[in-house]
């Protein structure tokens, strides 16, 4: 009589041996292609090949970058792939070209699964920030990261230095975490927005480290169901919902949570920005919560009239629709006297909108709160003094 206990007991280890058979990972290194670690020698060719080996596997995939500086020209990793778990492993640093007019210095694109991991993307921007800085007619600069149409992905511990433009930009995408991530570049470095998503759902930032010249995180159209969590921020222009109401056809944004948030010496702290033009968009169920900061010019800002430099404004009123957004426990310092200051649309006011323990002070004294169109209710202790209708 065969014992129950037993074909049990080699059932279950020939399952776990034959799961182990099947997540074997194949490693493929780029410089068995051909990569050079010299910061010189465009290794392009080399990575895209060890890509395309590892997408067109039927099993789990590593694309291994080793210690060293390898100098990369325009990349695009595109899927769909054959498996749905490659691992991009980077312990050295790529560094991209001087002169770079792509939209994007890497990319990915319709991939399902991908896991970047580590290392320091260098987008050596400085030169590009001096030619805009003066004036001249300059190239537009190149995104270092930009993540496409694609699903389950995670970056962790990625370092992105000097972008020439944008870092990171999250776009068309669903269940994005990056974690651990730094972002660094000069305080005054035109548009290197940190991390910025749009039209995409799903999307978690935690653990995140972002010192830049404009918004360390930007939220544009379309973003829903997104988490921001631990993120430090300065020097930079905060976190922006924004800019909105570009395009009279655009999708809105809601359910976003950014707490447990530290702001340094920033621009703004938690902002919201729409263009004064007709829109379709909207922005509802937001979160800003336990939110600390430190000599910040504008802590808590909603601007429906938004115009950058006072250049080519539209002078209408913005369409975009406000409801439900909450700044629960805000506390700091403000470097300006208005703290508080909500400029909403004349023809749709902000509604719904939510003070829970702000207390936000200027030059040891309280500050000040300005509304206009902008109707709430607050709880707790607030200071300054609630201005909502």
């Given at each position: ?87 991009f492993?980077i ?8 002169n ?28 590009l ?13 190149a ?45 005054d ?20 480290k972002?010192?830049t ?19 430090m ?70 601007d ?27 506390r ?58």
């Open positions: 009589m065969q014992n129950p206990v037993l074909i049990l007991f080699f059932t279950l280890l020939f399952l776990i041996f034959l799961h182990q058979s099947f997540a074997i990972t194949t490693t493929y290194n780029v410089l068995n292609f051909g990569a050079k670690s010299d910061a010189k020698t465009d290794s392009a060719a080399a990575f895209f090949t060890a890509w395309s080996e590892a997408c067109a596997s039927t099993r789990p995939s590593l694309v291994y970058v080793p210690q060293g500086k390898f100098l990369l020209n325009n990349l695009q990793f595109k899927g769909p792939c054959n498996n749905k778990a490659i691992t492993r312990d050295g640093t790529l560094v991209a070209p001087a770079n007019n792509a939209a994007n210095w890497l990319a990915f694109e319709e991939v399902d699964g991908i896991f970047i991991h580590g290392g320091i993307l260098d987008g050596q921007g400085a030169a920030w001096a030619c805009k800085k003066s004036g001249k007619s300059c190239p537009s600069g995104t270092t990261l930009g993540i496409s149409k694609s699903r389950n992905v995670e970056i962790i511990g990625l370092t992105s230095l000097n972008s020439q433009m944008f870092h990171i930009v999250i776009n068309g995408c669903q269940n994005v975490k990056l974690q651990g991530v730094k972002v660094m570049a000069s305080g470095s035109p548009n290197t927005d940190g991390i910025h998503v749009q039209l995409s759902m799903g999307v978690t930032i935690l653990s995140t972002i010192s010249g404009d918004d360390c995180v930007s939220i544009g159209p379309g973003a829903t169901n997104l988490w921001i969590e631990n993120v921020c300065g020097p930079g222009h905060g976190i922006s919902i924004g800019s909105l109401g570009k395009d009279y056809e655009e999708a809105g944004v809601q359910n976003v949570t950014v707490k447990s948030v530290t702001f340094q010496n920033t621009q703004n702290g938690v902002r919201i920005k729409t263009w004064g033009r007709p829109s379709k968009g909207f922005v509802r169920g937001v979160l800003f919560q336990h939110a600390t900061m430190t000599s910040v010019q504008n802590p808590i800002v909603i429906q009239n938004y115009c950058p430099y006072n250049k080519n404004c539209p002078g209408q009123v913005s369409g975009v629709k406000f409801s439900d957004v909450t700044y629960q426990d805000i700091g310092t403000s470097a300006t006297e208005v703290a508080v200051k909500f400029d909403c649309s004349k023809n749709n006011p902000c509604k719904g909108i939510r003070l829970e323990d702000v207390n936000l002070t200027y030059k040891n004294r309280p500050a000040q709160a300005s509304c206009s169109n902008a109707a709430g209710s607050s709880s707790g202790l607030i200071e300054p003094a609630s201005c909502l209708n």
